[in-house]
């Protein structure tokens, strides 16, 4: 019996080590796809779910999704997906009986089984392995040519434990594959780890090359994760420095309580960074409250939800994300009129957020002001800077009231000597010293109602040139 290595695709890792090529059974398994024409089923369920994502994913940009889109992508997709799921799963216990009329049931299943295991070991172990030297290696290391068959040695060492993994999972209505007990059962046989085989498939077909093409492969791995593997060290050497600054300090703030909780989330895990997004909680932190609901939904306990809407009602910048963790607890639970009353409360928020934002990019002769609130300092440095360019003729200053945002918008506005000063804004606002939510606006003979506007507000006009 023979094994192959792990193999590469578009410079990614596979998780398919060390799996054995019990005579020709894994060939056998993908022509019994093609002699039933399954590829063009599965081209047509992955289209089709490609484009109702699309169709998803636009709207969404825009946010000009519908209430009622979302409803019915909500009916529909997980009713396509748990259909064709179904119909996937059979199509792949009928590809196993093929390979088993022709290679035999035992073979078909200790296949099965090794391409299981080795799998399992990649993610559990090999792999796992690999990344975690992100923090200490600055440098990307070399996988290939470390891939040989002594990862079966990890399989045989953990034998039953990897057995009872690998059988401990059942087939869920979504999963395209059925689980490798019900195939083993399908089958009729036993779950057993094939032996260590003597000569890998590497050795028997490749020989001396397989260095080589080891090396060859890491040269590209290297080339393609090289920056992403540079710049991951730096930020988590970073960030473990910045998480003992906040270990050292005596009384950290709810903020420097949450961070801690982000930064131990990313290096050490969920479980060291929940006591400190809790401690943050009690301190009345949204972010925090919204992390800790998260953690406890991925833990399938729903009093999650509770600290979720918490978050969401505290912060409505939060209500995006917490409806959609909310959203996507409900719906796999088949609660959809929950899930429905969250993606109504999105839908409405993305709405006010859009009507936020226009408000504040736009200024008519329809919106309100009020008297800017400027102090005299503020204002005797914006004229200065005005004095100096030449186009300008006259400026008001106002505050816009905001209907759909909280906080205060000022109306810069300036008479030019030509249309052709339309660049103007950009030009002069480093100069101005104005906060952000300034917005300058060139006013031309278009613009009399909205000039009469901002003259009509006391203490507007801040600057006339005088007449040559």
Not at 118 to 123: A, E, L, P, R, T
Request: glycine share 6%.
């Amino acid at each position: 019996m023979l094994s192959v290595n792990c193999c590469i695709l578009s410079s990614e890792l596979l998780p398919c080590s060390s799996i054995h090529l019990f005579k020709p059974d894994p060939h056998l398994h993908e022509l019994g796809h093609l002699s039933r024409a399954h590829s063009r089923f599965s081209v047509w369920v992955y289209r089709t779910r490609l484009s109702w994502v699309r169709l998803m994913d636009n709207l969404q940009a825009r946010r000009a999704t519908p209430a009622h889109a979302y409803w019915l992508f909500g009916w529909y997709a997980p009713r396509l997906h748990a259909y064709s799921a179904a119909i996937a799963r059979q199509q792949e216990l009928l590809a196993d009986r093929c390979a088993a009329e022709v290679a035999g049931a035992r073979i078909a299943a200790d296949a099965l089984v090794a391409l299981a295991a080795g799998g399992s070991v990649f993610d559990r172990t090999f792999g796992r392995a690999v990344f975690d030297k992100v923090e200490h290696e600055p440098e990307p290391p070399r996988p290939f040519a470390k891939m040989g068959p002594e990862i079966w040695n990890a399989i045989a060492a953990d034998a039953a434990n990897l057995m009872d993994h690998l059988l401990d999972s059942h087939t869920e209505p979504g999963d395209s594959h059925p689980s490798l007990r019900d195939r083993l059962e399908a089958l009729g046989e036993e779950a057993r780890l094939p032996r260590i085989p003597e000569q890998t498939a590497g050795a028997a077909y490749l020989g001396p090359q397989m260095e080589l093409i080891s090396a060859a492969l890491d040269a590209q791995w290297q080339a393609a994760r090289g920056a992403e593997w540079r710049s991951r060290h730096h930020a988590l050497r970073k960030n473990r420095q910045r998480l003992g600054e906040l270990a050292g300090l005596d009384a950290p703030t709810p903020e420097g309580m949450f961070e801690y909780g982000q930064l131990a989330e990313q290096l050490e895990g969920e479980e060291s960074a929940l006591p400190h997004y809790r401690a943050a909680v009690d301190r009345g932190h949204p972010r925090a409250t919204l992390a800790t609901g998260r953690i406890l939904l991925d833990r399938d306990d729903e009093t999650g939800v509770a600290l979720i809407e918490r978050a969401i009602d505290a912060d409505p910048t939060l209500v995006p994300e917490g409806c959609e963790r909310l959203i996507y607890f409900f719906r796999n639970r088949n609660r959809l009129t929950e899930a429905h009353r969250y993606l109504l409360r999105s839908t409405r928020e993305a709405t006010r957020g859009k009507m936020a934002e226009t408000e504040r990019n736009r200024v008519s002769a329809f919106d309100r002001f009020a008297p800017h609130g400027l102090s005299g300092d503020e204002l005797s440095a914006i004229v200065a800077c005005l004095t100096r360019e030449s186009e300008v003729l006259q400026a008001f200053i106002a505050a816009k009231e905001l209907r759909y945002s909280t906080g205060v918008q000022l109306v810069l506005a300036i008479v030019t000597r030509a249309a052709a000063a339309q660049g103007l804004p950009e030009q002069i606002r480093p100069h101005l010293l104005l906060a952000e939510n300034t917005t300058i606006v060139v006013l031309n003979h278009h613009d009399q109602l909205l000039r009469a506007a901002l003259e009509g507000v006391p203490g507007s006009r801040i600057y006339a040139r005088a007449a040559p």
